[in-house]
Each structure stands twice: as structure tokens, then as C-alpha cells.
């Protein structure tokens, strides 16, 4: 068993969105469709204001709140992975758990829809995987994970066993990993600089660890 957790550094942050388009291309998902998003926010006062980004996705929680009000079982959470699925055969489309998620990161698909008259070349290699009138979410890119552990490979290390959003990252703020193991690479880095999750108030116990911006002085010591 292991919990994979993912680690988001805003301090690296740059706000590009590659994150969002790889998980759309990857995913084959059409419009409507988002299991990730960057919020941005403005920080500080006149004139000393900056721009911060922070990457939103479901976060995958050990105690999640989804999967006690689905009345059909569909949202449930891989204990050998520490991952939240959605069961697209048992969803019937009732919202409850888009309801009861605190962090809104869950998308209902209406209906089959596209940008264009027809899905794009990349669109119809997935598409039909997206059931109409069921909810959809980040789930870590679990397929992946599971193909690459049947290949002996390591999630967060091996690329063919890593989520596509990780991979894509061009300024390196997104790791993935098992916090269960003390030698990974997710490990490391929260023992090193700490990190916060969203809404600890909640008891959910987030999959998804944020690591704070740097004073000066902090920065030049790594």
C-alpha cells in the first residue's frame, strides 16, 4: 500500500496553465470538461503588488466527504493507492458529491459537446471514455499509475507512471510521489520546506501538499 500525494510549489509557479492543457489533451476531455484549474490572486499593496497562481484539482482526500453522500457507491477511494475514483457504470448523476466537496473540484458533463463540428484527432482517442450525465474529476491519472506499478515502475519518478500534468510542468512546480515512503521525492521535499494544505478545518486530509513562497534569505540558502 502507499499514498501517493502530489506537492505544488508556488513559489515556481509561473501561472502558464500547461498543467490544465495537458490534462485536457491527455484526458480526451471536451469543453466543459476541467479537472484542473489555476486561480490567480493578486498579493500585496500599491505599488508593491504580484501576481500568485495556485493549481486546483480534486485533492484526492483520505477522509473524503464525496464518497459518503453518493447513494450508489461510485465515488470511492482506492485504499491501496490513497486515490478518490468515480465509477462512470454507477453514476447516476445526482451532484451530491459535487455538493458536498468543499473544494469545488468536480465537473458534471451535460451532454456531448466540442469546440469544433467533430472532436479533434486527439478528442477521439478518448472521448468515448466521458459518459454523459455523470461527474468527472482528477484522479491522479490513475491509469497511468496502475500501468507503470505492472511495469515495476515508480510513480513521481518513472515518467510512463506519473500524471500527465506532472510531466508537463515547464517550471518544475508539480512532484508526485508516495508519502508513506521516507525516501521519495515527495518525502523530501515536505521535510525540507514544510507545506500547507487547503481547508485543514475540514478533516479531510488533502492529497495535496502547497509549498510557500520564500523570503529572500530562505531562497538564497537553497
Same mark, same amino acid.
Given at each position: 500500500?502507499?499514498?501517493? +500525494?502530489? *506537492? *505544488? ?10 498543467? *490544465?492543457?495537458?490534462?485536457?489533451? $491527455?484526458?480526451? %476531455? ?16 500599491? #505599488? ?8 486546483? @484539482? ?12 453518493? #447513494? ?5 477511494? /482506492? ?7 468515480? /465509477? ?25 459537446? $466540442?469546440?469544433?463540428?467533430? &472532436?479533434?484527432? $486527439? ?11 455523470? +461527474? /468527472? ?11 507503470? %506499478? =505492472?511495469?515495476? %515502475?515508480? #510513480?513521481?519518478?518513472?515518467?510512463? !507512471?506519473?500524471?500527465?500534468?506532472? %510531466?508537463?510542468?515547464? !517550471? ?9 515512503? &521516507?525516501?521519495?521525492? *515527495?518525502? =523530501? ?10 481547508? &485543514?478545518?475540514?478533516?479531510? /486530509? ?6 510557500? =513562497? @520564500? ?8
Amino acid at each position: 500500500m502507499a499514498r501517493y +500525494v502530489m *506537492v *505544488v510549489d508556488l513559489e515556481k509557479c509561473t501561472g502558464c496553465q500547461t498543467c *490544465v492543457v495537458a490534462c485536457k489533451m $491527455w484526458n480526451g %476531455l471536451g469543453p466543459g470538461i476541467q479537472r484542473v484549474t489555476v486561480v490567480e490572486k493578486e498579493e500585496g499593496e500599491y #505599488p508593491n503588488v504580484r501576481r500568485a497562481y495556485i493549481p486546483k @484539482r480534486c485533492m484526492n482526500c483520505k477522509d473524503p466527504q464525496c464518497t459518503k453522500v453518493c #447513494p450508489t457507491g461510485a465515488t470511492k477511494r /482506492d485504499d491501496e493507492k490513497s486515490v478518490v475514483t468515480v /465509477d462512470k457504470d454507477k453514476c447516476m448523476g445526482c451532484r451530491y458529491c459535487m455538493m458536498a466537496c468543499p473544494y469545488n473540484a468536480r465537473t458534471f458533463y451535460k451532454h456531448e459537446q $466540442w469546440y469544433h463540428e467533430e &472532436p479533434s484527432a $486527439w478528442e477521439k482517442k478518448r472521448y468515448k471514455e466521458h459518459t454523459e450525465g455523470v +461527474v /468527472d474529476k482528477c484522479d491522479f491519472c490513475i491509469s497511468r499509475i496502475d500501468s507503470g %506499478l =505492472k511495469k515495476a %515502475l515508480t #510513480p513521481g519518478v518513472d515518467p510512463d !507512471a506519473t500524471p500527465m500534468c506532472v %510531466l508537463s510542468c515547464i !517550471a518544475d512546480a508539480l512532484h508526485f510521489g508516495d508519502i508513506d515512503d &521516507p525516501e521519495s521525492n *515527495v518525502s =523530501k521535499i515536505i521535510e525540507a520546506r514544510g507545506g500547507f494544505r487547503l481547508l &485543514p478545518e475540514m478533516e479531510t /486530509d488533502p492529497s495535496i501538499y502547497y509549498l510557500p =513562497k @520564500r523570503t529572500g534569505n530562505e531562497a538564497d540558502k537553497s
